[in-house]
Nanobody
Framework: QVQLVESGGGLVQPGGSLRLSCSAS????????MAWFRQAPGKEREFVAAFNWYGGFQVTADSVRDRFIISRDAAKEAIYLQMNTLKPEDTALYYCAAGNRGIQRDIGSYPYWGQGTQVTVSS
């Protein structure tokens, strides 16, 4: 059983930055991956970025690739999402997810989810 805990959300002005963290416990599987998704009010949950734990490679959604960076601290079993030049449309509940199917963009590939951390971009 994988347990995930996110932190780092908050209120930030447009153009600002935030760094989200996700700590994991119980990691297993040779194709283990961790990902960030987000869900804005009234919208579907969408893929943001993912990190293949053992392969060390990553994927970021085209919509945020020039502003968001996913990274990993293997010793801490944690991933991070550095979000720069934030826009009001980035406002959402950000979720950390984990699974054993490698990097996937669909929510069904990730059986483990954190509780979410709110990011609000507003002046």
């Amino acid at each position: 059983q994988v347990q995930l805990v996110e932190s780092g959300g908050g209120l930030v002005q447009p153009g600002g930055s935030l760094r989200l963290s996700c700590s994991a416990s119980g990691r297993s599987g040779s194709n283990y991956a961790m990902a960030w998704f987000r869900q804005a009010p009234g919208k579907e949950r969408e893929f943001v970025a993912a990190f293949n734990w053992y392969g060390g490679f990553q994927v970021t959604a085209d919509s945020v690739r020039d502003r968001f960076i996913i990274s990993r601290d293997a010793a801490k079993e944690a991933i991070y999402l550095q979000m720069n030049t934030l826009k009001p449309e980035d406002t959402a509940l950000y979720y950390c997810a984990a699974g054993n199917r490698g990097i996937q963009r669909d929510i069904g590939s990730y059986p483990y989810w954190g509780q979410g951390t709110q990011v609000t971009v507003s002046s």
